[in-house]
């Protein structure tokens, strides 16, 4: 969901910094390439349980790939897509660079 949001609150930024017209465009690629990072990004993910890595480990990426088979076209507001987006963007880059609470070593991209 970081990414998608992430993704698209920087387009936004990018169409009002060059002073584009159209509006943000959900699309299935940008929903595939989520579900890609989501499925690339699971095994370093600190499950709290066995339920829960079966529970969402498979699931949530086929949801978000489904999801953008289904929302493919559908437009978003550029404030929206800005509003939602940069904090994801800062949000996503917080996660990505701190230490897990319950793990030793950096989380997510970049450990080591």
Request: glycine share 16%; proline share 7%; aromatic share 6%.
């Amino acid at each position: 969901m970081l990414f998608t949001l992430s993704v698209l609150g920087l387009t936004a930024l990018g169409g009002l910094l060059l002073g584009a017209s159209w509006p943000v465009t959900l699309s299935s690629g940008l929903l595939g390439a989520a579900a890609a990072v989501t499925v690339a990004l699971g095994p370093s993910v600190t499950w709290w349980s066995t339920a829960q890595r079966a529970a969402l480990a498979l699931p949530y990426p086929v949801a978000v790939f489904g999801a953008g088979l289904a929302l493919h076209g559908v437009a978003v507001p550029s404030g929206l897509a800005m509003s939602l987006g940069i904090p994801a963007a800062v949000a996503l880059v917080a996660a990505a660079t701190t230490e897990s609470p319950r793990a030793s070593g950096p989380r997510g991209l970049g450990g080591g």
